[in-house]
């Protein structure tokens, strides 16, 4: 009997730790929630079983145990109703789920509620109104006066949609208590409440420039695919495509309609269209969302594992062979153009075989490094294995972002040719746009990875400061002797490599980068991928490019590059 009180107070303490680490779970980390609680539960009931021991057999026995059945549940639903009623109720009431195709689910209650507020206005770098409100007969309804100059789905994937019926998605639900004013302009809100009068949301401010988002849109030109265009010195988003998109005026109900019964159905229809293009996926933001093999453009970040690791990836010790057979029982590594090797040199050098794109000389590259080397360069860039992969890992906050995987099987890179491939973009990895497009920032900015961000600053309708993003630094990701050797890399691709095609669209302006054209599905058109990055010696911009089944990247994808930089000069 007198080890029971500390037997007692140690399940105590264990089940307190249990609930309490369970209770402060996000919302959508429900399932961690439920296993604390179950598992808090028996120890409960046993410390509460020890403290009062049961009576004699009996009539008075069973129903002790009843009752202790129903102490402990009745405590169990408390538990739970205290998490979802004051510890998440914020957090439950505003969430919103994000589905694999990219399409939301949220709560409709704080939408309907939203429905009396004029939610503030989503302007971009240059204060070009994107989207706003007006009232209507005591009602708000949401408009989007860029389409008087640009193609609204141009912007899809950034503003994303808000919908009285279908909940909010993009900023529209990143920062929908922003928008709606229920943060940020807290006295306008008692104001409301106590005096009355019309709530106004609070403005955001993007990095975006919609002349660059809409002329990188009709580049693209309907074809499946992203565009990103980054900032390489402080992480600001320039530019950011996704298509196919969709229309959000197509989503937002108009309450001055004649019959609210026909605008519903029209809404109803046009979600239904969206919904249906599994194909399309217009509610994928795919510069986020979207998890490619990426090709060639993938060597840049062998190479510079092999910079950083000199010793023993040899970089300018390098041959271009036509084939290459890391596993003698696997089919041999395969360059894409015949006789390589007399453009390459033979033997070869780093920048010769970058610009060139040799498969076999990064093939080299890869097995000479092995598995941990390489995995550690790949982690300094935000690419992890998937033991380490957390899809909200926070670099980019502002929309919903997958992560990018070095590999999906465990043990891939240890097979040989696992590791061949992916040495030259392929084997196992799935990569985002913006996270080449972080990458080729880094080589822009002397090695150091900048946190993407696309929201400036919020405003209150007053004009006054709410809350300002600036330049953050994540880690420097390589050294600045190493980044300095990537861009000339890069600038041996424009002049004499497989995407000197991009220079012609820039004349007097140092540009470099590097094409991609990455296998996906056996037999089908391979993906075309291009990074860049303009001008050279202090960049300003790194240009991301990809298209789904888009053919060769040294063509394709460099073409698309050169137009988009045009255009960010051209749009200063």
Known sequence: MGQQPIIRTGLLVVALALLSYGIIQPVDADTRWLICLWLAAPLLGLAGWLAYPAPPAG??????????????????LSLQLLRQQFVKADAIYNYVAVGPDGSTTSNVRPV?????????????????????????????????????????????????FFSTRYGQSGLEATYSAYLTGERGNEIQRL?????????????????????????????????AGSIVVLDPRTGAVLAMVSQPGFDPRGLSFDPSAESWDTENARVGAYWAQIIADSAGQPLLNRPTQGLYPPGSIFKTLTAMA??????????DTITCPQEYRPDPTAPPVVNAVDNLAALTGDPSNLEKVYAYSCNTAFAQYATRLGPDLFAETARQFDIFSPQRANSTYGEFTDLPTATSLLYVDPGFLNLPRGMADTGYGQGQLLVTPLQM???????????????????????????????????????????????????????????????????????????????GTAEHIPGAVPHAWFIALAPLDQPRYAVVVMVESGGEGSSVGARLAGEVLAAAFATE
């Not at 890069?490 to 302006?509: D, K, Q, T």
């Open 306 to 315: 092999a910079l950083t690791h000199s010793g023993v990836g040899q970089p």
């Open 59 to 76: 009539l008075a026995r069973t129903v002790y145990h009843v009752g202790l059945i129903i102490l402990l549940g009745f405590g169990l």
């Open 437 to 515: 497009a972080m990458m080729t920032a880094a080589i822009g900015n002397e090695g150091i990875l900048m946190r993407p961000y696309i929201v400036q600053k919020i405003t209150r309708p007053d004009g006054s400061l709410i809350v300002e993003q600036t330049p953050r630094p994540i880690r420097r990701a390589t050294s600045a002797l190493i980044a300095q050797t990537m861009r000339n890399n890069m600038a041996a691709v424009g002049s004499y490599g497989f995407g000197r095609v991009i220079s012609e669209y820039l004349p007097g302006i140092a540009v470099g980068g590097k094409s």
């Open 191 to 223: 104001q409301e409440q106590f005096v009355g009068g019309e709530r106004r949301g609070n403005t955001l401010v993007l990095t975006i420039n919609a002349e660059l988002q809409a002329r990188a849109a009709q580049a693209l030109a309907g074809r």
């Open 112 to 160: 309907l509620a939203s429905q009396r507020v004029l939610r503030g206005q989503i302007v971009d770098r240059h204060g070009v109104i994107l989207a706003d409100s007006q009232s209507v007969n005591g009602f708000a309804r949401r408009t989007y006066p860029l389409a008087d100059r640009y193609d609204p789905a141009a912007f899809s994937n950034i503003l994303g």
